[in-house]
T-cell receptor
Framework: DAGVIQSPRHEVTEMGQEVTLRCKPI?????LFWYRQTMMQGLELLVY????????DSGMPKDRFSAKMPNASFSTLKIQPSEPRDSAVYFC???FGIGVTDTQYFGPGTRLTVL | AQKVTQAQTEISVVEKEDVTLDCVYE???????LFWYKQPPSGELVFLIR??????QNEISGRYSWNFQKSTSSFNFTITASQVVDSAVYFC????????????FGTGTQLKVEL
């Protein structure tokens, strides 16, 4: 079975540009998570979905970040306008549910560089 | 509040040595889950193990073993006879049922295994 798929794997953009990161969760997984990894903050949860609905976006800067899940097999994380401090690796993860058997499986990540 | 502490920032060992990675957690919840993930140089996050708070049995998987002790709030990870391929950053993480399966990660331990 395919794991979590993320695209692009690498993105270089200039400050002020719009950036869209994409994620396809594992088929059948109802939960989808977006994390950001930086040297300073480590791994931090930005937002997560359950059955396409946002459950918690308290970790996401609302002024420039937006996350959507239009269907069960696709999610986007958009940054507009991008800033150099957004440079990080963005991971998408999915899980079947929130019970004891529900491990989060991560995608390969998107390395974003904002110049 | 949930917190995971990995006090060892970096560990260097020579191949075939045993190495233990420490993880100490804090939570007020009685039902919670502990995880270890591996991040090799290629960057992806690989799930290694999940443990729930009611199961204190140690687990062994090949050269990997985990020691969960609720009395000391620790969930340590030992690699026996380390190999160069074990070189990676290892993250300990915590989630709890009431938190919607959100993961709180430690800062990671960089393990370097040299010949």
């Amino acid at each position: 079975d395919a794991g979590v798929i993320q695209s692009p794997r690498h993105e270089v953009t200039e400050m002020g540009q719009e950036v869209t990161l994409r994620c396809k969760p594992i088929s059948g997984h109802d939960y989808l998570f977006w994390y950001r990894q930086t040297m300073m903050q480590g791994l931090e949860l930005l937002v997560y979905f359950n059955n396409k609905a946002v459950m918690d976006d308290s970790g996401m800067p609302k002024d420039r970040f937006s996350a959507k899940m239009p269907n069960a097999s696709f999610s986007t994380l958009k940054i507009q306008p991008s800033e150099p401090r957004d440079s990080a690796v963005y991971f998408c993860a999915s899980s079947f549910g929130i019970g004891v058997t529900d491990t989060q499986y991560f995608g390969p990540g998107t390395r974003l560089t904002v110049l | 509040a949930q917190k995971v502490t990995q006090a060892q920032t970096e560990i260097s060992v020579v191949e075939k040595e045993d190495v233990t990675l420490d993880c100490v957690y804090e939570t007020r919840d009685t039902t919670y889950y502990l995880f270890w993930y591996k991040q090799p140089p290629s960057g992806e996050l690989v799930f290694l193990i999940r443990r729930n708070s009611f199961d204190e049995q140690n687990e062994i998987s090949g050269r990997y073993s985990w020691n969960f002790q609720k009395s000391t709030s620790s969930f340590n990870f030992t690699i026996t006879a380390s190999q160069v391929v074990d070189s990676a950053v290892y993250f300990c993480a915590l989630s709890f049922t009431g938190g919607g399966n959100k993961l709180t990660f430690g800062t990671g331990t960089q393990l370097k295994v040299e010949l």
